[in-house]
């Protein structure tokens, strides 16, 4: 997504504003962990979501491959001219201050890119192995960014960020499976379709066969295993700021469990969570939290 700089109020936006509002507007699933956090860390985290909501809107959208390129290379360019304390637009300019302020690294920026620049050359992935590059680059990687946000005492805290990322972005393959394949991407590894003997093909009409539910069924319990790991981060955070993670764990779970419920009937319907349902998640996390604290 563009900067919209098309109405007056846009124009007269602060880069933290506009941050703040792409948040608020596109992160249906992350706004009500992010506003648990205490103020500086909340526009900190603003800013990361729109920086990675705009490479995923390119990736994403209907440009050719060519200008999806461009345009990723333009936010490449964009990252080093903010570590080079030169950036121009308004997200580079919020962004200036969540990196001074936090000392995130580079590479980590460079990895998402990365990541999303995986979606313009591969449609299909042979193994989990191969999978789980791309979830490390599109969505560990942000966890690793966030940390540096909240702040850890501890190195290990790295691997539990990494794995919470990665149960969600198999949570998000899951519900996505049916858009993708009509995009012409199959994330699901291919030697476990062949494992469970799924052909997507054989969706028509929205018959879900037993051999797709059980495939489902497999990719679940490896989310739910990534999850289990991902847990593991929270005590390595203050209580003030791992109300974040253990909220988005909450709102993640809950939208596995949500489709487990509905014995995989995804293909029909794109899982979602009620607003009040994301809110209990969250806050029901952070008292969890609290407690075992």
């Known amino acids: 997504m563009q900067e919209d700089l098309n109405s007056s109020s846009a124009v007269q936006e602060t880069p933290g504003e506009y941050c703040q509002r792409v948040t608020r507007e596109r992160a249906k699933n992350f706004y009500w962990a992010i506003i648990t956090l205490p103020r500086e860390k909340r526009k900190a985290v603003y800013s990361i979501y729109a920086f990675a909501r705009r490479c995923d809107d390119i990736a994403d959208s209907d440009l050719s491959l060519e200008e999806k390129k461009r345009q990723l290379e333009e936010q490449r360019e964009g990252v080093a ?15 200036t201050g969540t990196i001074e302020k936090f000392e995130v690294p580079r590479r980590y920026f460079d990895q998402l890119i990365d990541g999303v620049e995986m979606d313009l050359v591969k449609s299909e992935y042979e193994t989990f192995a191969d999978l789980k590059v791309y979830c490390y680059r599109v969505a560990s990687v942000v966890g690793l960014i966030l940390i540096e946000i909240f702040e850890y005492d501890d190195e290990e805290a790295k691997k539990y960020a990494v794995d919470l990322g990665i149960g969600m972005q198999l949570t998000n393959i899951i519900r996505d499976v049916a858009e993708d394949y009509e995009r012409g991407r199959i994330y699901l590894p291919q030697e476990d379709l062949r494992r469970f003997d799924c052909d997507f093909s054989d969706m028509a009409d929205g018959f879900l066969p037993q051999e797709f539910k059980d495939l489902m069924e497999f990719e679940a319990r490896r989310a739910k295993g990534y999850f289990e790991s991902g ?18 764990y909450g709102v993640y779970s809950n939208l596995l469990s949500e489709m487990e419920r509905s014995d995989w009937d995804v293909w029909r319907e794109r899982a979602s969570l009620p607003t009040i349902k994301k809110i209990s998640a969250v806050f029901g996390q952070w008292f969890a939290t609290i407690r075992s604290s």
């Open 231 to 248: 847990k593991k981060l929270f005590p390595y955070l203050s209580v003030r700021t791992r109300a974040c993670p253990a909220g988005l």
């Open 81 to 95: 001219r903010t570590y080079s304390g030169s950036p121009k637009k308004k997200l580079y300019r919020a962004l």
